[in-house]
């Protein structure tokens, strides 16, 4: 029940996109997950297929009760949006061409992108701190948003290079912990 009401309040709250509010409940109020934790969640949702914040709900809802678990949040997460799309698309089809919505929507574009990077702001904090991590978070944004180049490329060919790089680094790491402890 827990899960699926702290999901259900995400999805009820959460226009614009809901990875901002889901952050923060699951990190900040819940504390369900660190933020690094988190930060290294959210690569795996995106790669699966699905909505983002629907595959975490299914991953934590999993970790902590199982496949109910998972349901309950995954229903939790969609009850409202359900009920509110379909009532805003029957208001749509009678009001949606006229100025004021259109002044609406547009009015709305700046802060739905300014959630968007402050999250991506906080998930950069929650991340280790190492030059590589900046290089390949850089390389990324470098791909995808100035190069154009389609998101599945660009994780595509460095995905498997961060991961290996991150792999190396941890057995560098152990190696040179294990040779101090003797």
């Known amino acids: ?42 690569p795996l949702a995106q790669l699966l297929p699905g909505p983002n914040v629907a595959n975490i709900a299914t991953v934590l809802g999993r970790r902590f009760r199982g496949p109910r678990g998972a349901a309950a949040a995954v229903a939790g997460l969609y009850f409202c949006p359900t009920i509110v799309i379909v009532l805003i698309g029957f208001a749509y089809a009678q009001w949606g061409q006229t100025n004021l919505v259109q002044h609406l929507l547009s009015g709305l574009m700046p802060a739905a992108t300014g959630l968007v990077i402050a999250t991506s702001l906080r998930l950069l904090a929650g991340l280790e701190r190492h030059w590589t991590t900046l290089a390949f978070a850089g390389a990324t944004f470098a791909g995808s948003f100035l190069l154009g ?21 941890a057995q560098r790491h152990r190696k040179d912990g294990a040779g101090t402890d003797s």
């Not at 827990?2 to 699951?26: C, E, H, K, Q």
Request: charged share 20%; aromatic share 10%.
């Open 1 to 42: 029940m827990d899960l699926a009401l702290a999901f259900g309040t995400i999805g009820a709250t959460g226009f614009g996109g809901v990875l901002p509010w889901a952050r923060r409940m699951v990190v900040d109020q819940r504390r369900w997950l660190t933020d690094r934790e988190f930060a290294e969640l959210l």
């Open 149 to 169: 180049l389609p998101l599945l490329v660009v994780l595509g060919v460095l995905g498997p290079c961060a991961i290996l790089t991150a792999y190396r680094r």
